[in-house]
Antibody
Framework: QVQLQESGPGLVKPSQTLSLTCTVS??????????WSWIRQHPGKGLEWIGY???????YYNPSLKSRLTISVDTSKNQFSLKLSSVTAADTAVYYC?????????????WGQGTLVTVSS | QSALTQPASVSGSPGQSITISCTGT?????????VSWYQQHPGKAPKLMIY???NRPSGVPDRFSGSKSGNTASLTISGLQADDEAHYYC?????????????FGGGTKLTVL
């Protein structure tokens, strides 16, 4: 059974870079059947798709975040990562990683447990 | 403002049925068979309940069903149980400009009375 786990700092200063890693266990990130996604949820709000990466390194980003966003993959560690630069308080959110089925779009399953990232000085 | 419109709240008594709507456009809900529904309990990650409009992942009770008509998708929960109380989010593949890939609804709080 595939499981995902986010890790990274819970507190980031304004203007700095938010960095998170998602570790995949129970399955290979190199499977061609999935995209590997980041999704966030602002406190008390709905879900916002951030972007995805394919095992080959191909990425697709939310246009509203694209200029600040980098998603990368390390197949040797079975991990993928998110970097969001120049953060502000508006980037405070719970960040989730999730697996999306390649042939069944927006079928996100499973999800990581989520990690709260607070942007504050 | 979310791209997909959901009612903010719905409620029902145990044993009853409720339906949550999710309205989009022909560029998302109406144009593709890629609509999913997620259940989220407080402090927990979302859980996939329905994918491709009406398919249930293994382990999801058949009390949960999905459908679509035009630009509106619906999630119906029959035989309401206390544990169904949660937030529910719809999502759809989209080809809207600027290209986004995925849009979510704003979420619906289900209260089991």
């Amino acid at each position: 059974q595939v499981q995902l786990q986010e890790s990274g700092p819970g507190l980031v200063k304004p203007s700095q870079t938010l960095s998170l890693t998602c570790t995949v266990s129970g399955g290979s990130i190199s499977s061609g059947a999935y995209y590997w996604s980041w999704i966030r949820q602002h406190p008390g709000k709905g879900l916002e798709w951030i972007g995805y990466i394919y095992y080959s390194g191909n990425t697709y980003y939310n246009p509203s975040l694209k200029s600040r966003l980098t998603i990368s993959v390390d197949t040797s560690k079975n991990q993928f990562s998110l970097k969001l630069s120049s953060v502000t308080a508006a980037d405070t959110a719970v960040y989730y990683c999730a697996r999306e089925h390649f042939y069944s779009r927006v079928r996100f399953d499973p999800w990581g447990q989520g990690t709260l990232v607070t942007v504050s000085s | 403002q979310s791209a997909l419109t959901q009612p903010a709240s719905v409620s029902g008594s145990p044993g009853q049925s409720i339906t949550i709507s999710c309205t989009g456009t022909s560029s998302d809900v109406g144009g593709y068979a890629f609509v999913s529904w997620y259940q989220q309990h407080p402090g927990k990650a979302p859980k996939l309940m329905i994918y491709e409009v009406s398919n249930r992942p293994s382990g999801v009770p058949d009390r949960f069903s999905g459908s679509k008509s035009g630009n509106t998708a619906s999630l119906t929960i029959s035989g309401l149980q206390a544990d169904d109380e949660a937030h529910y989010y719809c999502s759809s593949y989209t080809s809207s400009s600027p290209l986004l890939h995925v849009v979510f609804g704003g979420g619906t709080k289900l209260t089991v009375l």
